[in-house]
């Protein structure tokens, strides 16, 4: 039954053109995608990225959870980082991403009630948001992907835990979490190389 969600998400994802791959050579991944009957992400502001963390090494991943009944939970960067929380139940609404060295970040979220968000795409140093606040609409599933790197994902998930970390090379989006069981995302780890 999973494989078969599996592969029914990644063949909507195709069809919907859910990629990592830049615009063109050198301007990095289009800044956003939206695909036809999507919902759009564009109202949803994650606080700035702390100046100190702005030029990060190459190939550094930062992540920001909004998480129900706490909010935006705080930036957390390196090549391999963890947002969210486990065992207390709370769920991730929201997630703000941003890349340096990467070639930039592609993230899209299933939210609860609402189904696939549009994809965003940013360069090198943008801030991608997705999920929605203010609507108490839990995560459910979370693809990401660099256009320049591997990315790694690990999605830990109300009544599972964590789910198995999974991989996709550069301009691939690697899925996790759940659709069609009312999972809430809980906490994330993902990492690029």
């Not at 949803?44 to 959870?65: E, F, H, M, S």
């Not at 705080?74 to 207390?88: E, I, K, M, R």
């Amino acid at each position: 039954m999973r494989h078969r969600a599996i592969g029914l998400v990644l063949g909507v994802l195709a069809a919907l053109a859910v990629t990592a791959a830049p615009a063109s050579a050198g301007t990095g991944p289009a800044a956003v995608t939206n695909a036809p009957g999507s919902v759009s992400n564009s109202t949803i502001q994650a606080p700035p990225l702390p100046k100190d963390q702005v030029r990060q090494a190459a190939g550094t991943l930062c992540l920001n959870a909004h998480l129900a009944g706490i909010g935006w939970q705080g930036w957390t960067c390196g090549t391999s980082v963890q947002v969210g929380t486990t065992g207390q139940s709370r769920q991730m609404e929201a997630l703000a991403v941003t890349t340096s060295g990467a070639g930039g970040i592609c993230a899209q979220a299933h939210v609860s009630g609402l189904g696939w968000l549009s994809q965003v795409c940013v360069a090198d140093g943008g801030t991608a948001v997705v999920g929605t606040t203010g609507q108490s609409r839990a995560m459910e599933a979370l693809g990401l992907g660099s256009p320049g790197s591997t990315t790694c994902a690990n999605a830990h998930l109300a009544g599972i835990g964590w789910q198995g970390t999974q991989c996709a090379g550069p301009g691939v989006v690697a899925l996790v979490g759940t659709t069609g069981q009312s999972r809430a995302m809980e906490a994330l780890a993902a990492s690029l190389s």
